[in-house]
């Protein structure tokens, strides 16, 4: 299966979407794109270009929730220690997921929870 297209939030340092683009990975970067762009407005673009979020930031968790045509989250619950850890988070989160489309996914430290959208 062809790997995601993903959009990071303006919190992913740009170390960690440096480490994704050299794995393969089809990353838009909300720092390099517009900084400041609000969640709405995150979410607009991340459904119009059919990406799934990559953020620290809990709001975008319940976003998901609330609107039924998120394409997906991925919700880092993980302390922000080392991008190359936080990039590897990422990277085997990703690879152990399917289909990542569709779905709120909370990473934390030792477990990951998956829960479905619509």
Request: net charge positive.
């Amino acid at each position: 299966m062809s790997k995601p297209r993903l959009l990071a939030d303006e919190n992913i340092p740009r170390t960690v979407i440096i480490v994704l683009r050299k794995r393969g990975y089809d990353i838009a970067s909300i720092w390099e794109l517009r900084p400041g762009m609000s969640d709405e407005e995150v979410v607009e673009l991340a459904i119009k270009e059919s990406r799934i979020i990559i953020t620290f930031d809990k709001d975008f968790g319940r976003i998901a929730l609330l609107k039924p045509n998120v394409t997906g989250v991925i919700l880092l619950r993980i302390p922000p220690l080392n991008p190359p850890y936080i990039a590897e988070k990422i990277i085997s989160t990703l690879d152990r997921i399917e289909n990542p489309y569709g779905k709120l996914i909370i990473v934390r430290k030792r477990t990951i929870k998956i829960i479905t959208l619509r």
